[in-house]
């Protein structure tokens, strides 16, 4: 007999976005000449940069040749890629980072939810509240967590992000071993300083734990005294991974290409105690369950790295960060109370009450779509999330209409 995991059905079905289609839908029939704004969406929406283009065009060229065609590649990643990484994104920033500890994926969801097959079932597992919800269903499945029980699995700890913290968790008062941390974070787009992060590698440290950061969104940083990387952080080669994605830097999501860093120092331990470092068990999991991604997208995330994709890739995220602007101009004139939208292209407003009420009144009064804050988790009730990934011309009419609205 073919028995199930059961953990997959101790998951909650995410009613998230289909609930928000369904009453835009109802709204969208009641409604047919209204058109609808979707600011709730966290999906980029303006074209690759060209320069991206032109060598994802000159790549699927070469694959057409004998002479340049390209079969399987190296699983981690391309060296011209791994190299421009490392030096771009890390050494430039003073972190030391070398291209061998850089591995090339098809994105950081995969990559944050493939990581914790590395380590025991038993161990504690720390996730933010309110979070992306891949690191939270990932440790379900690997059957981390007991069942669900007023809004939250039992067996993890939750680190609350609340207005009381500066949606900036504190550390646990109980031990625990892996610890999820996202900044620029998803779904509030506050943002962590270098000296609250050192806190974080000081008590991983401390209690022998991991730390798995998400940084999807450190290309939106405007504010120079913040960190794009735990590697700016003394000592995190030890305790931390580090996932990077060109999804949001660079307009990727459907293209597909990611990063992850394991330093060769980073370890975890066996049930003897020992050291066991990490780098040569990712690898060796990246090698057996996974064959690269392909040449032409490997070659256009490279031209990120070109003069002109620097230039473009800048000028991307500065229009999105207008539209941020625009948005917390306007949320500040309202009178609304929110973080994000400075270094992240997410604003997180207080709704002053039921998260999908207030969904209901901006799509019924505004025609304007946001996310509700509880789809994010418990501690995301009484918020919704406003995305920066539209047009300005979008975002623009969204703002009169929200200003109308309260007229
Ligand atoms: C969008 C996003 C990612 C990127 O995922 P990809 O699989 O690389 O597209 C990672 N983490 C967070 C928190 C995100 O919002």
Redesign the pocket.
């Known amino acids: 007999m073919i028995t199930i995991n059961e953990n997959y059905l101790k998951l909650q079905a995410s009613y998230l976005f289909s609930n928000i289609a369904k009453r835009v839908t109802a709204f969208q029939q009641a409604h047919p000449e209204k058109d609808i704004i979707r600011l709730g969406i966290?999906?980029v929406t303006r074209a690759l940069p060209p320069a991206c283009i032109a060598a994802f065009h000159k790549a699927v060229d070469e694959m057409g040749t004998d002479s340049s065609f390209r079969g399987y590649g190296p699983e981690q990643g391309y060296g011209f890629l791994r190299e421009a990484i490392a030096k771009h994104d890390f050494q430039a920033r003073g972190a030391e980072i070398s291209a061998d500890e850089i591995f090339i994926s098809?994105?950081?969801?995969?990559?944050?939810g493939n990581i914790q097959e590395l380590f025991t079932q038993d161990i504690k597992v720390a996730i933010p509240d309110p979070v992306?919800p891949?690191y939270l269903d990932t440790n379900v499945m690997a059957g981390r967590t007991g069942n669900f029980v007023d809004g939250r699995y039992q067996g993890l700890v939750y680190l609350d992000s609340t207005k009381a913290n500066n949606f900036v968790p504190a550390l646990p008062s109980e031990d625990v071993d892996l610890i999820y941390l996202?900044f620029p974070?998803?779904p509030t787009g506050s943002t962590i300083t270098k000296d609250e992060l050192s806190l974080w590698v000081k008590y991983a440290k401390e209690k022998k734990a991991l730390i798995l950061f998400?940084a999807?969104?450190e290309a939106f940083i405007r504010d120079e005294s913040l960190p794009h990387s735990i590697y700016e952080i003394e000592g995190a080669r030890e305790v931390a991974i580090e996932?990077r994605?060109?999804?949001?830097s660079a307009g990727?999501?459907g293209t597909?290409?990611?990063y992850t860093v394991v330093p060769k120092e980073c370890a975890a331990f066996d049930s003897q105690g020992n050291r066991q470092f990490i780098h040569p068990l990712w690898n060796r999991r990246h090698c057996t369950k996974f064959n690269g991604v392909s040449y032409p997208v490997q070659r256009a995330a490279e031209a990120i790295y070109s003069e002109e994709g620097q230039a473009e890739t800048k000028e991307l995220i500065a229009s999105y960060m207008r539209n941020a602007d625009l948005i917390r101009q306007e949320m500040a004139t309202l009178g609304y109370d929110f973080v994000g939208g400075e270094n992240a292209p997410y604003i997180w407003i207080d709704a002053k009450g039921d998260s999908w009420e207030f969904f209901d009144m901006l799509l019924n009064k505004a025609g304007v779509v946001c996310t509700p804050g509880a789809g994010f988790g418990k501690c995301g009730e009484g918020y919704i999330r406003l995305s920066a990934f539209n047009s300005q011309a979008n975002v623009e009419k969204a703002m009169a209409r929200i200003r109308e609205m309260g007229k």
């Not at 098809?106 to 944050?112: N, P």
């Not at 994605?245 to 949001?248: N, R």
């Open positions: 966290g999906d098809d994105g950081a969801k995969c990559d944050t992306y891949v996202c974070n998803n998400d999807a969104y996932f994605s060109f999804s949001k990727f999501t597909r290409c990611a």
